[in-house]
């Protein structure tokens, strides 16, 4: 799996459609373990850092793009797991929720 990252999701201002904007400090590096460390649901794969919720598209074979989501947009059982290992909190879940 790779991470390549989409401007729409880094750059504001972008022509056409818009989507939700990584933090600043979200690199290439940064995304590409959290791919790696994802748990993969139907199309999407999910991550969590900092207390923010990530889903990654596969876009090419194998290549896959990233950005934030709101956390009732994370498949249930991946919250629920998370909470359980100390990945992220219950307050982190209702502050972005």
Not at 29 to 51: E, K
Not at 66 to 90: A, D, F, K, T
Request: proline letters at 9%; a positive charge; one cysteine or more.
């Amino acid at each position: 799996m790779t991470y390549q990252g989409n401007p729409k999701h880094k750059e504001p201002w972008q022509p056409g459609r818009r989507g939700s904007l990584c933090p600043r400090d979200v690199d290439l590096t940064l995304a590409q373990q959290l791919l790696d460390g994802s748990i993969h649901v139907g199309a999407a794969r999910f991550a969590a850092w900092q207390g923010q919720a990530f889903c990654a598209r596969e876009h090419q074979p194998d290549t896959w793009h990233g950005y934030p989501v709101q956390w009732h947009e994370v498949p249930p059982p991946v919250r629920n797991q998370w909470v359980r290992c100390g990945l992220v909190s219950i307050s982190d879940i209702r502050d972005k929720w």
